[in-house]
C-alpha cells in the first residue's frame, strides 16, 4: 500500500520561506515521477510542480517558477518542496502525489497522478 506524509507546512510571513517534505512508501520510488499540488478553498487542486523519477527533469506552475524548487532523494524517497518569497496567494493546502504508473510523467494534471498524501497547510499572512 502506497503512503504518502507531508511535512513541514506552517505559518508564515509574506516574504518568507518554508521546505516541505513527502516521505514515500509502497513503491519503488526511484520509478515515479512526483509532484506538490495545492487546494485552496473554492478552487480546484492545481498541479506546483513535477520532478521525474531520476530527478532530471522538473516542471512548474508559471505562478511559482523561479520562487519554488522540488527535489528528490531517492535514497531517502523523499520529495521536497522549498519555497521561497511565499506570498498571500500562497496560501493553501499542500499534497504529495506519485505518478499513476511508472515511469510516466502525470501531464502535470490531477488525472495523472494516483497516491496521493494527506496535505499540509501553508498559511502565509500579509
Known amino acids: 500500500q502506497v503512503q504518502l506524509v507531508e511535512s513541514g507546512g506552517g505559518l508564515v510571513q509574506a516574504g518568507g520561506s518554508l521546505r516541505l517534505s513527502c516521505a514515500a512508501s509502497g513503491l519503488p520510488f526511484s520509478s515515479y515521477t512526483m509532484a506538490w499540488f495545492r487546494q485552496s478553498p473554492g478552487t480546484e487542486r492545481q498541479c506546483v510542480a513535477t520532478i521525474s523519477w531520476l530527478g532530471g527533469t522538473t516542471r512548474y506552475a508559471d505562478s511559482v517558477k523561479g520562487r519554488f524548487t522540488i527535489s528528490r532523494d531517492n535514497v531517502k524517497n523523499t520529495v521536497y518542496l522549498q519555497m521561497n518569497s511565499l506570498k498571500s496567494e500562497d496560501t493553501a493546502s499542500y499534497y504529495c502525489?506519485?505518478?499513476?504508473?511508472?515511469?510516466?510523467?502525470?501531464?502535470?494534471?490531477?488525472?495523472?497522478?494516483?497516491?496521493w498524501g494527506q496535505g499540509t497547510q501553508v498559511t502565509v499572512s500579509s
Open positions: 502525489a506519485a505518478a499513476r504508473s511508472p515511469h510516466y510523467d502525470g501531464s502535470f494534471q490531477s488525472g495523472g497522478f494516483g497516491s
